[in-house]
T-cell receptor, first 112, second 111 residues
């Protein structure tokens, strides 16, 4: 009965590889997000989708491509991984853009 | 631009005492504020929110105070317990419906 789930929880990969992180929410929310949390715990929005449409793209490199096959899923694909991509990535959802976000457990990405 | 900051990066309190975590924000147009709790290895967890038409809101053992005059937000935790140990974030919703997070305050409970 997990509200927002992400897979995998840990991801270790080498520079240059392509990887994907999956996210699903079963809350019936219309809006989903990807956040990046750096080593200093700073949380920053990357993308926001509302009803499968991209609403916010916070100047994220185009190596990052979100895909929303339906309202309940928002996956994140990353091409040509770089060392600086190492971080914890959180998926979140909310009823609408004005409501509080519910976060997933996070995916710790380590690029070596 | 919008920015949310915290007065203290770390806070240590005795078990049973009350904790007060402070947050300053810069966007006077922000109309919605949220406090999140993040335990080690987990995602941020919603604690309590407040809209700009209120100055106080209470939950279970938590109270959020909003002072729009000085653009200050605080989270009060009553009778702090070991399970309250976490990093606490304030966040504000301002322009473009974005939620801007502060740096975070690490709360440590001393037995």
């Amino acid at each position: 009965d997990t509200a927002v789930s992400q897979t995998p929880k840990y991801l270790v990969t080498q520079m240059g590889n392509d990887k994907s992180i999956k996210c699903e929410q079963n809350l019936g929310h219309d809006t989903m997000y990807w956040y990046k949390q750096d080593s200093k715990k700073f949380l920053k929005i990357m993308f926001s989708y509302n009803n499968k449409e991209l609403i916010i793209n916070e100047t994220v490199p185009n190596r990052f491509s979100p895909k929303s096959p339906d309202k309940a899923h928002l996956n994140l694909h990353i091409n040509s991984l770089e060392l600086g991509d190492s971080a914890v990535y959180f998926c979140a959802s909310s009823q609408d853009m004005s409501s509080g976000r519910y976060f997933g457990p996070g995916t710790r990405l380590t690029v070596t | 631009g919008e920015s949310v900051g915290l007065h203290l990066p770390t806070l240590s309190v005795q078990e049973g005492d009350n904790s007060i975590i402070n947050c300053a924000y810069s966007n006077s147009a922000s109309d919605y504020f949220i406090w999140y709790k993040q335990e080690s290895g987990k995602g941020p967890q919603f604690i309590i929110d407040i809209r700009s038409n209120m100055d106080k809101r209470q939950g279970q053992r938590v109270t959020v105070l909003l002072n729009k005059t000085v653009k200050h937000l605080s989270l009060q935790i009553a009778a702090t317990q070991p399970g309250d140990s976490a990093v606490y974030f304030c966040a504000e919703k301002g322009g473009a419906q974005k939620l801007v997070f502060g740096q975070g305050t690490r709360l440590t409970i001393n037995p």
